[in-house]
């Protein structure tokens, strides 16, 4: 029914944001992804606590800066968990995701009708060909 209800939304026409509905696999899985990346990235959430465990890590290795490193990485994973619950982040994620998946959407829209033009174009030129 879910599958319908987004077919049905997305050829009614480009929906809003609010009216998007998102597979289980994008809500899952990519939006999970971009709040990872946002949250390693953005200084307000985790960037310091991944910049010091990057470079502890670095100083000791990769492979003993697994054990020598553990408060940095207990740290970092702590800040992890806490951004991947905050609603704000959440929020801003799915809304740059669903943003994405519009464009995408219109793109690929824009995409089909010049492909209907060209071929309206070239079927023209062919009956003109063969008169």
């Keep these: 029914k879910q599958w319908y209800q987004r077919r049905v939304a997305i050829t009614a026409g480009i929906p809003k944001p609010s009216k998007m509905l998102l597979l289980r696999a994008e809500r899952d899985i990519l939006i999970n992804d971009m709040i990872r990346e946002k949250a390693k990235e953005e200084v307000k959430y985790c960037f310091n606590h991944f910049a010091e465990m990057s470079k502890c890590q670095q100083e000791h290795g990769i492979v003993s800066g697994l054990w020598k490193c553990t408060e940095e990485n207990k740290g970092f994973k702590m800040c ?12 801003s994620c ?14 690929n829209k824009e995409q089909e009708l010049e492909n209907q033009i060209r071929l309206k174009v070239i079927d023209d030129w062919m009956t003109n060909q063969n008169k």
């Design 94 to 107: 799915k809304n740059e995701y669903v943003q994405r998946k519009r464009e995408a959407v219109q793109k």
């Design 80 to 91: 992890m968990q806490w951004a991947f619950y905050d609603e704000e982040l959440r929020d």
